[in-house]
């Protein structure tokens, strides 16, 4: 079992800039992939960003060249980086971790990001 701690999040003007960081319980381990999706209200779930422990990244179109993900697999721990913002980007922010072999998904408890205009 991980447990994923979520921290960062908070109320910023449209162009402004946040940092989401995500720490993990235990060390993680084999083939797997530490990330960020978000979730609006009334909306689904989707993949922000994400990068596996081979260093390969993700994004969303919608965030490219304004977010950048970044990992410490020493520590355990994901970053992302808000530049930019809009108030599209309002949601809650969830830290992901998912394993390959086994298929499974870890889920922080989500942080809340607010872009006004």
């Known amino acids: 079992q991980v447990q994923l701690v979520e921290s960062g999040g908070g109320l910023v003007q449209a162009g402004g800039s946040l940092r989401l960081s995500c720490a993990a319980s235990?060390?993680?381990?084999?083939?797997?992939?530490m990330g960020w999706y978000r979730q609006a209200p009334g909306k689904q779930r989707e993949l922000v960003a994400t990068?596996?422990?081979?260093?390969?990244?993700n994004y969303a179109d919608s965030v490219k060249g304004r977010f950048t993900i970044s990992r410490d697999s020493a520590k355990d721990t994901v970053s992302l980086q808000m530049n930019s913002l809009k108030p599209e980007d309002t949601a809650v922010y969830y830290c992901?971790?998912?394993?390959?072999?086994?298929?499974?998904?870890?889920w922080g408890q989500g942080t809340q990001v607010t872009v006004s205009s």
């Open positions: 235990k060390t993680i381990l084999g083939i797997n992939a």
């Open positions: 990068v596996t422990n081979g260093g390969s990244t």
């Open positions: 992901n971790v998912h394993y390959y072999y086994t298929a499974r998904d870890y």
